[in-house]
């Protein structure tokens, strides 16, 4: 099943490139505040580089790459959105009911891979592993846990407030969005960014983990 998913998220992809044909990558750079390069522009996304052209997106420092952040990529080179990200920070069902107008649920169930993934490393792997992603620390939130920024794309920012696990409760995750994320993506391209988000500190987290278990 994996393998079928797997290849259902490449044709998407692959349906995604012929859009990309006669866009104007110099008007791109200027309005997203990208680096123009020669026949496309470069767009740093969760901890990497990737070059978008009229032939697609792919990793300036080669090897794989999942279809989902390639397709993620192509949408927002797409887009028409511009300015500069909003102050107030939204979750994934809160937008929904801005773009749709009735909520969805979804983000309960992306936010338990960042969960799993901390459950036992705790607040001081998550925060190693959020670093490594260009995250921020804002301090402690006032609902409880610890507060991250992630400037996942330029115009586009995240937040993501991690609790560690106790003795009475679980580790919680929860991700928001600023709320002019809608400029730049629909609410299924928000929910896999959310998801890439996820994705993205978990294997940071394994990694982290791993070294430090080759360590002792």
């Known amino acids: 099943m994996e393998t079928e998913r797997e290849s259902g998220y490449e044709k998407n992809y692959r349906r995604l490139v012929p859009g990309l044909k006669g866009r104007d990558f110099a008007e791109c750079a200027r309005r997203l505040g990208l680096r123009e390069i020669r026949g496309g522009v470069e767009v740093d996304f969760l901890g990497k580089a990737y070059r978008v052209t009229e032939d697609g997106v792919e990793p300036l420092e080669g090897g794989p790459s999942r279809p989902n952040r390639r397709s993620l990529l192509i ?21 929904s009911g801005v773009l749709r107008g009735r909520r969805e649920p979804g983000s309960e169930f992306l936010n338990a891979a960042i969960e799993r993934s901390f459950a036992e490393g705790g607040r001081v792997l998550f925060a190693r592993a959020a670093r490594s992603l260009g995250g921020e620390p804002l301090g402690a939130h006032p609902s409880g846990g610890d507060l991250w920024l992630f400037r996942v794309l330029p115009g586009i920012r995240m937040q993501v407030v991690f609790s560690e696990a106790d003795d009475e409760y679980p580790a919680e995750a929860r991700v928001l969005f600023d709320s002019h994320a809608t400029e730049y ?18 294997e940071a987290g394994r990694a982290l983990a791993g070294k430090a278990g080759d360590a002792e």
């Open 75 to 95: 949408h927002y080179v797409l887009s028409e959105g511009s300015g500069e990200p909003a102050a107030d920070f939204l979750s994934l069902e809160q937008l």
């Open 185 to 202: 993506m629909g609410f299924e391209c928000l929910a896999f960014l959310h998801g890439e988000l996820g994705e993205a500190l978990a």
